[in-house]
Nanobody, 115 residues
Framework: QVQLVESGGGLVQAGGSLRLSCTAS????????MGWYRQAPGKQRELVAS???????NYADSVKGRFTISGDNAKNTVYLQMNSLKPEDTGVYYC?????????WGQGTQVTVSS
């Protein structure tokens, strides 16, 4: 069993920055196969950034060059540094962990970017 707790969301003006954190507990063996998704009102949940099983970083085209995903194994925490935020980045951001055949989600944290 894995538990994921996100934090760090909030309201920010366009051009600003936020850092999201996702702390994992339970049967965590590595921070690989973890990622951040977001869901805007009326839209489907989409992948924003991830750490693959091999440790590589993947990003959605819309956030490349602005967002950075990183991990701290000692703290079982994955971060999403978001710079140059745009109003279209607004949404609920969810942390995700794939462990075997199981897919775990955090409760989500709201990010609102005002223009």
């Amino acid at each position: 069993q894995v538990q994921l707790v996100e934090s760090g969301g909030g309201l920010v003006q366009a051009g600003g920055s936020l850092r999201l954190s996702c702390t994992a507990s339970g049967s965590i063996f590595s921070l690989n196969n973890m990622g951040w998704y977001r869901q805007a009102p009326g839209k489907q949940r989409e992948l924003v950034a991830s750490i693959t099983s091999g440790g590589s970083r993947n990003y959605a085209d819309s956030v490349k060059g602005r967002f950075t995903i990183s991990g701290d194994n000692a703290k079982n925490t994955v971060y999403l540094q978001m710079n140059s935020l745009k109003p279209e980045d607004t949404g609920v951001y969810y942390c995700n962990k794939v462990a075997g055949r199981y897919n775990y989600w955090g409760q989500g944290t709201q990010v609102t970017v005002s223009s």
